[in-house]
């Protein structure tokens, strides 16, 4: 049977990274989170600075300004690119990328608008899974145990992480970030678990 990518999105610290690393080694598929960034950089030569800036916790950020930018026709230069110019050269070097990995097997993406990519640029199939935590808890200890949050802001740092993502698929893919409909599995860890939401992915996939 062949098998399906894998796109997850994700809120943050519901656990999305951990259930793609799971899906990876029990599916033995390749899993792209962060490092498509380094690996788009080393491929097309695209500043690894400009790549962490527009990343999908920046372009949300610079929504207003763009605005602005395309309604007067001027830009400010950002690593060498006008910032009307920079976010979309680093979303169509992912793009590429995307296809070049794609065209190798599939794989498991985590976010970063994979799932647009995969449908109208590469055209093969893919299961789109968006994972989520209904505790807040459960995000909050992540923050804290995985990505060292600290305490004393950690809530509005999760609410702005889902924000600029939000901003950002809205940005390229004109679809809203976590509606239902854009995806074919909503699957909650705090009910789940991270295994669980896997088990669910593997189950779709006919594993």
């Given at each position: ?42 491929e097309?030569g695209?500043d690894?600075?400009?790549l962490?800036?527009y ?11 763009l ?15 006008t910032?009307?110019?920079a ?19 599939p ?9 647009q ?12 899974a ?8 459960d ?5 804290r ?31 809203t ?31």
């Open positions: 049977m062949n098998k399906k990518s894998i796109v997850i999105d994700r809120e943050y610290g519901s656990g999305g990274r951990e259930v793609a690393r799971i899906l990876s080694e029990k599916l033995g598929m390749e899993f792209y989170d962060g490092n498509l960034l380094v690996l788009a950089g080393k097309y695209i690894l600075g400009t962490q800036t990343d999908e916790k920046g372009v949300g950020s610079l929504l207003h300004d605005s602005l930018v395309r309604n007067s026709g001027f830009g400010s230069t950002v690593y060498g690119s910032v009307n110019e976010p979309f050269q680093v979303y169509s070097a992912q793009s590429r990328l995307v296809q070049q990995l794609v065209a190798k097997g794989a498991i993406f985590l976010g970063r608008c994979t799932g990519i995969l449908k109208t640029e590469a055209r093969v199939p893919f299961v789109h968006f994972i989520y935590a209904s505790n807040m808890q995000r909050i200890d992540r923050a145990n995985v990505d060292g949050v600290e305490a004393s802001r950690i809530e509005a740092y999760i609410k702005r992480r889902d924000n600029q993502r939000k901003n950002y698929n809205k940005f390229f893919t004109d679809k970030w976590g509606d239902r409909d854009n995806y074919d599995l909503m699957l909650n860890t705090s009910a789940l678990g991270y295994e669980g939401a896997a088990a669910a992915i593997m189950a779709v996939m006919g594993e």
